[in-house]
């Protein structure tokens, strides 16, 4: 598909007056990493992640066509006549703004309007209707904010799925693989990994010769079969710091423009997912620890070596990881870690461990929390949509 195949034509928005829809939709954790990109959204390297299931954003968006909040206020037909010259001046207004009022786990923020007003901007010429919508949308996450698991993934998708629904309002006909593709590709210009939102289990983003259907314009279910060894896969993370990080993923993608090891690391990546292609499928478990490691510490030293440069890691986060190896050699266990921008670890292991690895997790890598949080997690589904009573 190409952008074209995106834009709403022919839409009319008397069939949705009002209402709203509400999805609950996952984080993602990048095996291998996107780290860098080109405008609009474009991936300079191609990505896959395990789609999560417990760290999850939930998000209300209600929506009111402009025209049936206008006549609704006008109350009388004398009235209604008055307003013609007004209806003018607010259709114009219209024509030059988005309507909308955000409120995040149940306090109005003025802070997020940027950069949804962005968001909206990107998408308008796929989704036409907006500005003839007033919106409201009512947010929260099951995880901290802005602390190094990927917030802006699942919230952004969250929104995008909502407003694929009301697309759909307008143009019940779409089928389902569309509406999917559509969401994807919206999220994607409101932050490139909430791309890999949407679906479950793993999700392939970027164009690669080895991955049938991959795109840069959308994530696509990986499309060979996954061996048994990664079904409900486990991600324990571990808060090692719940404050929001040091530089945020937008000025870190901004960082490899001219970034002195961009073109070996983009190389890099896209080598590391046709291998990662042939793991997931033969199960090596070995294999994917080491490949999923190397690349958490490849995007840390990409931060690392950038100008300005960060060190985003925490003396914790370095404790846990060697902890991690030690009880990894002398178990003979299948655990691995991988990080986001963030000093929050990401414990990864296979079901068939889990009551070992746990115990291991609970009483050696938990002290070394802040105040001892983590969250356990696994591969899920993909998001999913919370019927309004």
């Not at 896969?233 to 530089?247: A, C, F, N, R, S």
Request: proline share 3%; hydrophobic share 35%.
């Amino acid at each position: 598909m190409i952008e074209s195949d995106f834009i709403l034509t022919n839409f009319d928005t008397t069939k949705a007056a009002e209402g709203s829809f509400t999805w609950k939709t996952p984080s993602n954790i990048a095996l291998v990493k996107y780290w860098g990109k080109k405008e609009p959204q474009i991936p300079e390297n191609t990505s896959i992640s395990f789609t999560l299931d417990a760290c999850f954003t939930l998000t209300t968006l209600e929506y009111t066509n402009l025209d049936t909040e206008r006549s609704r206020s006008a109350g009388s037909y004398n009235e209604m006549l008055k307003q013609v010259q007004h209806d003018e001046l607010e259709k114009a207004e219209r024509s030059r703004s988005f309507n909308f009022d955000i409120y995040f786990e149940g306090e109005k923020k003025e802070d997020f309007k940027p950069k949804i007003q962005k968001f909206f901007e990107r998408i308008e010429q796929y989704v036409p209707f907006l500005k003839q919508y007033d919106f409201v949308i009512k947010s929260r996450n099951s995880f901290p904010h802005s602390s190094g698991i990927a917030s802006s993934a699942s919230g952004m998708s969250a929104l995008a799925l909502c407003i694929m629904s009301l697309e759909k309002e307008l143009n019940p006909v779409m089928t389902d693989d569309y509406f999917n593709k559509k969401a994807s590709f919206l999220a994607r210009l409101g932050s490139g990994s909430a791309c890999r939102s949407i679906e479950g289990e793993l999700i392939v983003w970027g164009n690669h010769s080895d991955i049938k259907g991959s795109s840069n314009l959308f994530g696509i279910k990986f499309p060979y079969k996954m061996h048994k060894n990664f079904k409900n896969y486990h991600d324990t993370i571990l808060l090692v710091d719940e404050g929001e990080k040091q530089v945020s993923s937008t000025v870190g993608h901004q960082l490899m423009h001219n970034h002195p090891f961009a073109q070996q690391r983009f190389l890099q990546a896209n080598e590391n997912i046709s291998k990662l292609s042939k793991i997931l499928q033969t199960g090596n478990l070995k294999e994917f620890s080491s490949l999923v490691e190397s690349e958490a510490l490849t995007l840390h030293a990409m931060m690392m070596t950038s100008n300005p440069y960060f060190i985003l890691m925490k003396p914790n986060t370095l404790k846990i990881i060697h902890k991690i190896w030690e009880f990894r050699n002398k178990a003979n266990a299948n655990i691995c870690f991988t990080l986001d921008a963030g000093a929050n670890v990401h414990v990864l292991y296979p079901e068939n461990e889990k009551e070992r690895i746990n115990n291991f997790i609970i009483k050696e890598l938990v002290p070394l929390c802040q105040e001892n949080h983590y969250i356990c997690d696994r591969v899920g589904q993909g998001a999913k949509q919370i019927i309004n009573n």
